[in-house]
């Protein structure tokens, strides 16, 4: 079995779109003070990876290797589970071509942080706005 590991990025949505989101959620009746939501890219390779093929796949995704600091309610949400996703096929056959022959898939995902002060059935209902189910875990 190969070595799985994350990759943390940039902010996945426009601060106006996250102000959006935010609205929805508060409308929908859950107390969001705060959203947030960076890339994370999720890897799997046959063995651990170099410092060398590490720097190539940051500069690859854009991405850092820096897990932020979790002030909030946190979730990961993934294409959904048993599926391979069109994007992570052409993004590991880009990273064969570019020398990185060890990294068995990569998918892409997104991080979110939600604040507030949220019972455990509104987190719930917080992660079940925040992704689609048809298409995303």
């Known amino acids: 079995m190969g070595q799985f590991a994350l990759m943390w990025g940039q902010s ?3 601060s ?3 102000a959006q989101k935010q609205t929805q959620l508060q409308q929908a009746g859950i107390p969001v003070t705060a959203l947030s939501a960076v890339f994370v890219h999720g890897y799997e390779s046959n063995a651990p990876l170099s410092e060398d093929a590490l720097v190539q ?3 690859l995704l854009n991405e850092t290797r820096d897990i932020p600091s979790v002030q909030a309610y946190s979730f990961i949400v993934t294409p959904r589970l048993g599926t391979i996703s069109p994007w992570s096929s052409k993004a590991t056959d880009i990273k064969h071509k570019s020398g990185l022959t060890d990294i068995q898939r990569n998918e892409p995902g997104n991080a979110w942080q939600v604040s507030g002060d949220l ?4 987190m719930m209902q917080a992660e079940i ?4 189910r048809m298409t995303e875990s």
Do not use: T
């Open 12 to 14: 996945a949505l426009s």
């Open 16 to 18: 106006f779109r996250l």
């Open 57 to 59: 796949l940051s500069f």
């Open 119 to 122: 019972s455990s059935e509104q």
């Open 129 to 132: 706005a925040l992704h689609d």
